[in-house]
């Protein structure tokens, strides 16, 4: 396994390379969630890219940037045992360098949910992502389907910006009792832990609600939001019922809607989601 710090060896390795490339970008602190990008990665490409690098510009001021969980040798480790040939671990020197200062803008769908909460949140995601690829030039790229928004704005990006590669959408992972594999989980006190499975009740009770014909978003956001103000270590931020594509609120749930919620167990801001019909 190759570990490359630089953007120059990394064109340089790319160019060397035949067959399909598949890249899994991440922030490190790796957990399952991000193993099973790689090992679907692993099965349908010639050679595996992970990236590694804890992106500033999306973190706003008051976010964890700096204890954000970082363990660099564990991550090479785990990655090496997957089979994983390139790692690509840059610095924030080597993808911001001094006058930098071009933007990607996906516009709309990312006002609100996460959006909303985290002002500029995706415009560091698109243009971290976006360089990613330029560096990279995978023919595929893989993200979890628990950053269900994040997904959205970076197919919307892939497509309107032409860009030549192919967006792979991967499960979510859960712990045994459903909570959602998250590098952040490791912040939570053991009672907080059981707190946190309020955000998987919550959405198992969306689903329960629309199989039994509750059609009505507004109905299944009301009972969903009751359910988590029963525990007290528990905050909401937002509690979502919305089109899948367009990311827009539905009052009435008759075909697709994602449901997702952000809520504050503690300190640790969780999000989770899960698509009805
Ligand atoms: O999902 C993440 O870990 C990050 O947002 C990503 C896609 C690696 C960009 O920094």
């Not at 349908?44 to 204890?67: H, K, L, P, Y």
């Amino acid at each position: 396994m190759k570990v490359i710090a630089t953007v120059a060896e990394m064109r340089e390795l790319r160019s060397q390379l035949s067959g399909s490339v598949g890249l899994v970008p991440t922030m490190g602190y790796l957990h399952q969630g991000h193993l099973e990008l790689v090992r679907r990665a692993r099965r349908e490409n010639q050679t595996v890219v992970v990236s590694i690098f804890v992106n500033s510009t999306q973190f706003g001021s008051g976010e964890d940037f700096a204890t954000y969980p970082r363990d660099p040798e564990r991550d090479l480790a785990l990655l090496e045992k997957e089979g994983v040939d390139v790692v690509f671990m840059p610095s924030a020197e080597e993808m911001y360098p001094e006058g930098f200062s071009s933007w990607v803008e996906v516009e709309k769908i990312t006002e609100g949910l996460e959006g909303a909460s985290r002002r500029g949140h995706f415009r560091g995601v698109a243009t971290v992502v976006c360089k990613l690829f330029n560096i990279v030039q995978p023919d595929e790229a893989y993200f979890g389907q628990k950053d269900a928004q994040q997904l959205v704005v970076i197919k919307r990006m892939v497509s309107d910006l032409n860009m030549n590669l192919e967006v792979v959408a991967v499960p979510t992972v859960r712990e045994h009792d459903g909570l959602a594999m998250s590098s952040r989980n490791t912040y939570l006190s053991p009672e907080e832990r059981k707190a946190a499975l309020v955000l998987w009740k919550a959405l198992n009770l969306a689903q329960e609600l629309w199989q039994k014909g509750e059609k009505s978003g507004d109905r299944i956001r009301e009972e969903m939001t009751c359910l988590i103000e029963r525990e007290p270590r528990a905050r909401i931020d937002y509690v979502s019922i919305a089109d899948p594509d367009s990311l827009e609120e539905l009052s009435e749930v008759d075909h697709a809607a994602l449901v997702s919620l952000a809520v504050r167990v503690g300190k640790t801001r969780l999000i989770d989601n899960m698509t009805l019909g």
